[in-house]
């Protein structure tokens, strides 16, 4: 089975503690896990990098999770997730306020310390910890999850590193210009593109706009493979919580989506034969 490593580099709003119940997550709540932030800044300011053992900067998305031991989870042990930090509450405290408080501002210093613009430096950190990666996990998969529109990140990690860039868009007057700066950055390299017209409504036939979308990439020289992504109420329910037992709405919903299991609860919501599809 693939061995997935996932990195949070959505570094302004960072949003995967919602899935896989992470916020209950035990290394995370202890402390002992941090993530991308802070490797990038132990890497840079560390004598000796060697020092840094990257398993105390990724979790396994299963073990260290009590809430999630009622779910069928096989196959999901093969994926490591490095949040973007930690941003956790510590459970079972009297000042839990003043607890998530102190890591925001920890995460919040940290990521003053680092400068995305400085391209030789953001290369290096990553060449790191992809090497760092292999040499523990040997992941088959790396999945950089970068924030929406123009940013250091996916425009320096997408033409150095990526073999394959997924882009996430919708096509309209305001999402425009990101597509014409996807569609000329990646026009003279040799990476594989794949475009997502999302997230769309069931009651909407898109036919024009994925035909403007593909004569946008054209024009560019090359039509990238395209798909489209309709809304799923199982993503739309992550990370809400029944009040009766404080458990995650979508969460055995969700494990079926990844694992392929037909949810039938959400085919008059969309389904999930985009998302098959897709992936």
Known sequence: KKKVLILDCDLEAPGYLSFFNLDKHSDLNSGKTNGFVEFLNDINFCENN???????????????????????????????????????????????????????????????????????????????????????????????????????????ISISISKMVVAFLGFNAQTRPGSLFISNMLKDQDKELVVVNSILSKEYDYKDELRSMTNLFGDNGSIPNMFQLHRNCVLERIGQYNISDKQDAGMKDLIDLIKNSKNDNCEKNGGNEDYYDLF
């Open 50 to 156: 060697d020092d840094v053992d990257i398993d105390n900067y990724w979790i396994n998305v299963v073990y260290g999770n009590d809430t999630l031991a009622d779910y069928d989870l096989t196959g999901l042990e093969n994926i490591r997730l490095m949040p973007a930090g930690n941003l956790n509450r510590k459970p079972d405290i009297e000042d839990d306020d003043n607890y998530i408080l102190l890591n925001q501002t920890h995460y919040l210093e940290g990521l003053s310390r680092l400068n995305f613009s400085n391209k030789n430096a953001l290369l290096s950190g990553f060449n790191q910890l992809i090497k760092k990666a292999k040499d523990s996990f040997e992941p088959d998969v790396i999945l950089i999850d970068s924030r929406t529109g123009f940013n250091d990140i996916i425009g320096t």
